[in-house]
């Protein structure tokens, strides 16, 4: 079974960045899509960015322009830049696939916190 760790979070002021990691423990290459999913306190988890293994992406529109997904095949990492950050992207965030017949196990999620 892949174990997912992702990393990267923390406190951050409004407009500030962070870049999030999410390292899985086997191979990924496989997996068509992966995606980058925060969740906020009282709030369903949401998928706010997606890579298919070829490469291509897309954003939910509440981070579209801000956030960037890349992954590294050959780490076995998918990475989640993120820009111009907002309070309102203060969540924890947690990558997997989004076929959910591809699903892995969650990872414990990074906590990224903005402040106003």
């Known amino acids: 079974q892949v174990q997912l760790v992702e990393s990267g979070g923390g406190l951050v002021q409004a407009g500030g960045s962070l870049r999030l990691s999410c390292a899985a423990s086997k191979s990924i290459a496989s997996i068509y899509a992966m995606g980058w999913y925060r969740q906020a306190p009282g709030k369903q988890r949401e998928l706010v960015a997606v890579?298919?293994?070829?490469?291509?992406?897309n954003y939910a529109d509440s981070v579209k322009g801000r956030f960037a997904i890349s992954r590294d095949n050959a780490k076995n990492t998918v990475y989640l830049q993120m820009n111009g950050l907002k309070p309102e992207d203060t969540a924890v965030y947690s990558c997997?696939?989004?076929?959910?017949?591809?699903?892995?196990?969650w990872g414990q999620g990074t906590q990224v916190t903005v402040s106003s």
């Open positions: 890579i298919t293994n070829g490469g291509s992406t």
């Open positions: 997997n696939s989004v076929l959910p017949a591809a699903f892995l196990s």
